[in-house]
């Protein structure tokens, strides 16, 4: 009996809990955040976290998968990741690395090797693939310009503003 | 035994180097009809499906290779209204095409450092060499001009150098060899990719993760990863979401190495030291009648989309 009793009150709590956390938790969530770890090229996004939570509807895992929040609901993460809880850290840098593709780090997952995460895609893609695909599906921008700002940098890179060709090339053979 | 034919060919009639190194792999392997490429090279898997044309990689590309000013800025994107080529000031382009869905698809062409390169087997002075991180690269010291490998490469990449008359070169992407790979880092155009359509790793990583995206997508991508078998294997593969002939993929490539069918060419590659200007003339002619084939072909395929 005692354990059918501890039991339920364990549920009811866990159910009072989702109840709670889920708005709480986007609400206690930033209002506004600095993406500034990649700024080279273009200058830091200052991302309106506040906004996007209402556009995703309060829920988290829109953007979180199983970090945060509401419950996981992308099936790649579902089959494991069902009853994870939050995880210690939920910024997109916890998880997604900015050197995806040096050595160093692919080694790593060479050596821990799970078909789930080897894939897992670096932190300037993670931002791009779920920012762009939303804004795409919702008639945000997606211009690269709409959301930061191109830096001198940026601008040499591209040869473009003060950078851009002077009186064109044509005269250049296409070399085949 | 065509492959056979052009192993004692080069062995004969140029000594050693990366060609007969390569070559002689494929005997150790034993019943391997095929090299089938270096256990760990390194390759990059490009799914067509996230790219969304910003030509960031080109711009990359561009400043990493010291190459010359473009026509028109990389932000601009009139030049998707042409199909665009490598050439010697591009080693990479992006184009457009518009496809049976409902949104057009964008491709980034650059060379695809082939496991058993066609460039490489066609060059009577080795001046190409297969790299064991999957690199082909190029010597243009050695390089005579001869542009055999323009015409031996399936996928049109080497492109000549008209603008230095006295050592005239081949110019292609050489997987940022110098500068990045053999240090085991990406490709500059990886590197600067917004959304990762292009993954850098080992080849036969690349080739599950390729798979795998597909069988957890299945609605979204086709059923073929396009370089895991096509001539033999290249280093660069790639994943689409609408078959491959209707974003400029040549798909009757067929899986065995080039080499087999440049037979023809190589035949005629002796002779080269005896009536030199001749042959010059012939290679034109050859290359030419290439364009223009694919010209024609181009203009049907446009004619029926
Ligand atoms: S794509 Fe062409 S140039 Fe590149 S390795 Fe293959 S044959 Fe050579
Ligand atoms: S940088 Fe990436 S998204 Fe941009 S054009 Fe190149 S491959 Fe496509």
């Known amino acids: ?176 | 035994m065509k492959v056979f034919n052009r192993r004692n060919f080069l062995k004969g009639g140029v000594a050693g180097g990366a060609a007969a190194t390569l070559l002689s792999k494929s005997k150790d392997a034993g019943a391997a009809k095929s090299f089938g490429g270096y256990p760990n090279s390194m390759g990059v898997l490009v799914d067509l499906t996230r790219c969304v044309g910003c030509r960031s990689c080109e711009a990359a590309c561009n400043k990493e290779q010291g190459l010359p000013a473009p026509d028109l800025p990389f932000d601009d994107t009139s030049v998707f209204e042409e199909k665009r080529r490598t050439s010697e000031g591009a080693y990479t382009v992006v184009n457009k095409y518009d496809t049976s869905k409902d949104h057009p698809l964008f491709r980034k062409i650059q060379c695809n450092h082939c496991n058993e390169p066609a460039c490489l087997t066609s060059c009577f002075v080795n001046a190409y060499k297969k790299t064991p991180e999957g690199a082909v690269t190029y010597d243009p010291t050695v390089c005579v001009g001869c542009r055999t490998c323009m015409v031996a490469c399936p996928f049109y990449v080497p492109a000549y150098s008209y603008s230095s008359v006295i050592n005239p070169v081949v110019k292609k992407c050489v997987f940022c060899y110098d500068t990045r790979l053999k240090f085991g880092r990406p490709p500059a155009c990886v590197e600067s990719c917004p959304k990762e359509v292009l993954s850098f790793g080992k080849r036969k990583d690349l080739i599950k993760i390729a798979h795998q995206r597909i069988r957890s997508k299945p609605d979204l991508y086709v059923n073929h990863v396009y370089g895991e078998k096509e001539v033999g294997g290249t280093s660069w593969m790639y994943l689409s979401s609408v078959p491959f002939d209707e974003v400029g993929f040549d798909t009757h490539l067929g899986n065995q190495p080039i080499i087999s069918y440049v037979k023809e060419f190589l035949t005629i590659v002796p002779m080269v030291l005896t009536i030199w200007p001749a042959l010059f003339a012939g290679f034109h002619l050859l290359a030419n009648r290439k364009d223009s084939k694919k010209n024609e072909k181009q203009s049907i395929t446009n004619g029926e989309g």
Not at chain 1, 21 to 39: F, K, Q, R, W, Y
Not at chain 1, 123 to 143: F, Q, R, S, V
């Open chain 1, 1 to 176: 009996m005692i354990q059918k009793n501890k039991y339920l009150i364990g549920v009811i709590a866990l159910l009072a809990l989702a109840l709670f956390t889920v708005p709480c938790l986007a609400m206690e969530g930033p209002d506004s955040i600095e993406l500034d770890s990649l700024a080279e090229l273009y200058e830091p996004v200052q991302f309106d976290h506040i906004m996007h939570v209402e556009a995703a509807g309060d829920d988290c895992s829109v953007c979180h998968h199983h970090t945060t929040g509401t419950p996981v609901q992308d099936e790649n993460c579902i089959g494991c990741h069902a009853n994870s809880g939050e995880a210690d850290e939920v910024a997109c840098s916890a998880c997604h690395p900015a050197n995806r593709f040096q050595a160093d780090y692919l080694n790593k997952i060479d050596e821990n090797y799970r078909l789930n995460h080897v894939d897992k895609v670096g932190l300037k893609a993670a931002y791009h693939i779920k920012c762009m695909g939303c804004h795409e599906e919702n008639d945000a921008p997606t211009g690269c310009q709409d959301c930061h700002t191109r830096t001198e940098a940026g601008d040499k890179m591209f040869r473009s503003g003060k950078y851009a060709p002077k009186g064109g090339n044509k005269s250049r053979k296409s070399g085949h």
